[in-house]
């Protein structure tokens, strides 16, 4: 289940606080099949409670996540 699922890095509470929200995508938790719809969008592992879900890829539009589970933040 995990093939091809990019597995995330975590980012402290206060460390988060710091980065650009602007430039954090959402994890989101689910089993909708959204491949080839979006070249960007990949499936992530969330560090923090191993959650996995779609995220657009493309560091020109996030550099870091927020998953869609825990809410927690990591880098993917």
């Given at each position: 289940?995990?093939?091809?699922?990019?597995?995330?890095?975590?980012?402290?509470?206060d460390e988060a606080k710091k980065l650009d929200r602007a430039q954090m995508g959402v994890a989101i938790s689910g089993t909708a099949d959204v491949e080839g719809q979006d070249p960007y969008v990949g499936r992530v592992q969330c560090p923090w409670c191993d959650n996995i879900g779609r995220a657009i890829l493309d560091t020109d539009y996030y550099k870091w996540f927020a998953c869609g589970s825990c809410g927690r933040a990591f880098r993917a």
């Open positions: 289940m995990t093939e091809g699922v990019k597995k995330g890095t975590k980012i402290t509470e």
